[in-house]
């Protein structure tokens, strides 16, 4: 079971970041995927979620309107477009993977504890 998130990297004030999210091992389109974000000196919180069939999404405010989440249950991955870029969003960039197999297709966490399974996480640095 893994998660393998990639894409991060050095990126100016502004500018925008695609990351990506491998999942291998379990059936990804039984769980709702979520990326969290860590930065230094701080707790990891929550940035976005996906239902299991890409169909509901919630974002965390501080991102909201400058990242785009989507998945593609075929080729078991997940994405996370950043837009707009701020010093403030320096992070290290988790995936996760919250289990809904009995749930409805269009279930929602955005709770790290509905999070199971957690990849490496991948940095994102934001220069002013």
């Known amino acids: 079971v893994q998660l393998q998130a990639s894409g991060g990297g050095l990126v100016q004030t502004g500018g925008f970041l695609s990351l990506s999210c491998a999942a291998s091992?379990?059936?990804?389109?039984?769980?709702?995927m979520g990326w969290f974000r860590q930065a230094p000196g701080k707790e990891r919180e929550f940035v976005v979620s996906?239902?299991?069939?890409?169909?509901?999404?919630d974002y965390a405010d501080s991102l909201k309107g400058r990242s785009t989440i989507f998945r593609d249950n075929a080729k078991r991955t997940v994405y996370l477009h950043l837009n707009s870029l701020e010093p403030e969003d320096t992070a290290v960039y988790f995936c996760?993977?919250?289990?809904?197999?009995?749930?409805?297709?269009?279930?929602?966490?955005?709770?790290?504890?509905?999070?199971?399974?957690w990849g490496q996480g991948t940095l994102v640095t934001v220069s002013s």
């Open positions: 996760a993977a919250g289990p809904a197999t009995f749930r409805h297709t269009s279930t929602i966490y955005n709770s790290a504890r509905e999070f199971r399974l």
């Open positions: 091992g379990f059936t990804v389109s039984n769980y709702v």
């Open positions: 996906i239902s299991r069939d890409g169909d509901n999404t």
